[in-house]
């Protein structure tokens, strides 16, 4: 019997695969880490609450915008961050950051060491765990790399509304859908994203404006796509059909 840690199931996409043994298998193992480095902070009188954990309430009125900025402020970096990055260390770097302000972050494919026990991208995506103390994310690499990018941010996004859960690729939860349009501001400021949409040559078809863009921000082009439907820049065909290229690429890559 697996003792099952309570964390909300944000995961509202439909035919959702239950959450699995690997999944409680990884969430205990993570939760056991923090409990034990929370006791260990205690022991030497270091246990101090982090002020970015829960620092905004998910409200209508909240500022995406806001809540990216005060992200990026925390960390440390500018909007240039990105530009002296290159892609096969952009994830690795903002982790460094991430930890260094006091986050657990913890990025497997399977179920601790274990290779036969893969974790499975459609299932989950990863999870956040909210403790002012020892808040961790977790995000499965069983994905693609411009995927994990925007788990990571999306995980972060929720510590910095003070919500627990379990994430998947699309959910029409409030929670999700805050978070997500969070990660997409801060890996695609709005500002910078235009700029760059409008450098794009006015012959070239909205698919390889997107492409082009996606190497650009180091994103996925279903982030991109999502992006600029939301800016009013492609149409919800271009959506659709980027949505189709994305979960074809998806299924291939099994």
């Known amino acids: 019997i697996i003792e099952k840690v309570n964390i909300p199931d944000l995961r509202t996409i439909q035919n959702k695969l239950p959450l699995s043994n690997n999944f409680y298998d990884t969430l205990n193992d993570v939760q056991r880490k923090i409990d034990w480095y929370k006791e260990y902070l205690k022991n030497i009188d270091e246990l101090n609450k982090l002020s ?15 809540v990216a900025e005060d992200i990026r402020a925390t960390l440390g ?7 002296s990055t290159r892609k096969d ?4 770097k903002l982790v460094h950051l991430i930890e260094n302000i006091g986050v657990f972050v913890f990025t497997n494919g399977v179920v601790k060491n274990n290779s036969t026990r893969k974790l499975n991208t459609d299932e989950f995506r990863g999870f956040a765990l909210s403790d002012e103390y020892a808040p961790a994310v977790f995000v499965n690499n069983a994905d693609a790399l411009s995927a994990q990018i925007f788990t990571l941010m999306h995980e972060v996004a929720h510590l910095w509304i003070g919500e627990s859960g379990v994430s998947n690729l699309e959910s029409d939860s409030s929670i999700e859908i805050f978070c997500n349009k969070v990660a997409a501001e801060f890996l695609m400021p709005t500002k910078q994203f235009k700029i760059e949409w409008n450098k794009s040559p006015i012959e070239d078809n909205q698919i390889n404006i997107i492409s082009n863009m996606a190497i650009k921000f180091m994103v996925s082009e279903f982030a991109i796509g999502i992006k600029a439907f939301q800016l009013g820049l492609v149409s919800q065909n271009t959506l659709d059909e980027i949505r189709k290229l994305s979960m074809m690429r998806h299924s291939a890559n099994k």
């Open 52 to 66: 970015f954990v829960k620092k905004f309430e998910l409200t209508k009125n909240l500022s995406v915008e806001k």
């Open 77 to 83: 970096i500018d909007t240039g961050f990105i530009k």
């Open 89 to 92: 260390n952009y994830y690795s």
